[in-house]
């Protein structure tokens, strides 16, 4: 009957030892904080590792400005409109869009006819001429005319 005994005492001692093994004491248990690796946080917008502004757009990995009037980029001058994301000159004979023809003046952005006799503004009367863009009676002379 020793043989049995035999027997369960090696199974009795490989339990322990198993028990006792440097891997079975961590299993079931955290890894000591030396044995953890951190995670490699990845950087740059591609990641969100800061994300790009609302004027920004991700390329490459870099965050870079949006093109576009609307994202100052570029930005309009003072004769455009920023439209769409695009310059668009200003309506009006301030900006020559429409100009204004050689009968008219700009005038708050706006074309105004030209005053005097040469752009019928006002028009001469009937005995009146039109010189040097002023009205003057028309004198008949017997002689055959004057003014």
């Given at each position: 009957?020793?043989?049995?005994?035999?027997?369960?005492?090696?199974?009795?001692?490989?339990l322990?030892?198993?028990?006792?093994?440097?891997?079975?004491?961590?299993?079931?248990?955290?890894?000591?904080?030396?044995?953890?690796?951190?995670?490699?946080v990845?950087?740059?917008?591609?990641?969100?590792?800061?994300p790009?502004?609302?004027s920004?757009?991700?390329?490459?990995?870099?965050?870079?400005?949006?093109?576009?009037?609307a994202?100052?980029?570029?930005s309009?001058?003072?004769?455009?409109?920023?439209?769409?994301?695009?310059?668009v000159?200003?309506?009006g004979?301030?900006y020559?869009?429409p100009?204004?023809?050689?009968?008219?003046t700009?005038?708050?952005?706006?074309c105004?006819?030209?005053?005097?006799?040469?752009?019928s503004?006002?028009?001469?009367?009937?005995s009146q001429?039109?010189?040097?863009?002023?009205?003057f009676?028309?004198?008949?002379?017997?002689?055959?005319?004057?003014?």
């Amino acid at each position: 009957m020793k043989f049995p005994f035999i027997i369960a005492a090696f199974v009795l001692l490989a339990l322990l030892i198993g028990c006792t093994s440097p891997e079975a004491e961590t299993i079931g248990q955290p890894a000591p904080v030396e044995a953890v690796q951190e995670a490699e946080v990845k950087g740059g917008c591609s990641y969100g590792n800061p994300p790009c502004g609302e004027s920004q757009i991700c390329v490459d990995n870099d965050c870079i400005l949006k093109g576009g009037c609307a994202y100052g980029n570029p930005s309009c001058n003072a004769s455009y409109s920023c439209v769409s994301n695009t310059c668009v000159l200003k309506v009006g004979c301030h900006y020559n869009n429409p100009g204004c023809d050689s009968n008219h003046t700009c005038l708050g952005n706006t074309c105004i006819l030209k005053e005097g006799c040469r752009y019928s503004n006002p028009s001469c009367d009937s005995s009146q001429i039109c010189q040097n863009n002023k009205c003057f009676e028309h004198i008949l002379s017997s002689g055959g005319g004057g003014y």
